[in-house]
């Protein structure tokens, strides 16, 4: 796969996240605030890369929740949490942790090594007041 092949790939996965032209707040009116926290990690031959983060996640925005992947030639489309947040919204959940590994490839021109990119994190949900 060329590079100008990888770069194409790369922005079809982007559009493809924001198929669902949907706002946040339409599809859960009944959440206040969605927080989420989260560490990446990425480990490879040529070292390793960490990156912690706090995402307040606008909900006037469209419905995507993907954190991207820290090796830049991974091939996936990043972390997806949307089934996370539908079933804690589905639950009344108010908190949740957890652990996903990425299930892209390390690279275009290494499609039989798996990209060890990890993520943790912890979504907290306000829902308003009955």
Known sequence: ??????????????????????????????IVSIEICYQL???SAFGSQDKEGTWDVNLQSQ?????????????????DL??????????HLTEKSGEMRCDGQEAPDHPEQSCDGQLKYTIKIVFKQS
Do not use: W
């Open 1 to 30: 796969m060329t590079e100008a092949q990888f770069e194409k790939m790369k922005r079809e996965q982007h559009c493809l996240r924001y198929m669902d032209t949907r706002r946040i707040e339409e599809v859960f009116p009944d």
């Open 41 to 43: 990690h990425h480990g």
């Open 82 to 91: 949307k089934n996370e947040i539908y079933a804690m919204h589905h639950d």
């Open 63 to 79: 419905m995507c929740f993907v954190i991207d992947c820290l090796n830049r030639e991974c091939t996936s489309a990043g972390f």
